[in-house]
């Protein structure tokens, strides 16, 4: 698993100065931020992404602002590549709920024994 600012050596260095500019401008709301305030248990996110994705560079800025205002909120990045890295994952079967959504950018919340997808680009 990588943090972000491993995620943002993931592809080139455009990419990452294009990732980070949008980090830089983006703005959670007001009603964004005080529910995130609110989550008061550990929780692991997983976000499949990379900085080269114009979708990704989008949505990755709030999810990293939302793990930034609550320290209850851990999230993990990883490339589309390493999905069949078994040493990614916890288990097996969290492996395989990740790797059923093959498509970036997706986030999964982790728990000891599974993953749950939360966001998927192109839901079913």
Avoid at 33 to 43: F, G, L, N, T, Y
Avoid at 79 to 89: I, L, P, T
Wanted: charge should be negative; hydrophobic fraction near 40%; include cysteine.
């Amino acid at each position: 698993m990588a943090t972000y600012a491993e995620y943002l050596d993931f592809d080139t260095e455009e990419d990452k100065l294009k990732q980070q500019q949008l980090y830089q401008e983006t703005e959670l709301s007001a009603q964004t931020v005080a529910a995130v305030k609110k989550i008061s248990r550990p929780q692991n996110w997983l976000l499949a992404a990379a900085p080269y994705c114009p979708d990704c560079r989008v949505f990755v800025p709030f999810i990293q602002k939302m793990a930034e205002l609550n320290p209850n909120i851990r999230v993990n990045y990883i490339a589309r590549n390493d999905f069949d890295d078994s040493s990614r994952f916890e288990n097996p079967r969290q492996q395989e709920i990740v790797r059923a959504n093959q498509k970036i950018p997706a986030l999964f919340l982790m728990g000891h024994e599974e993953a749950g997808p939360v966001f998927n680009e192109f839901p079913a």
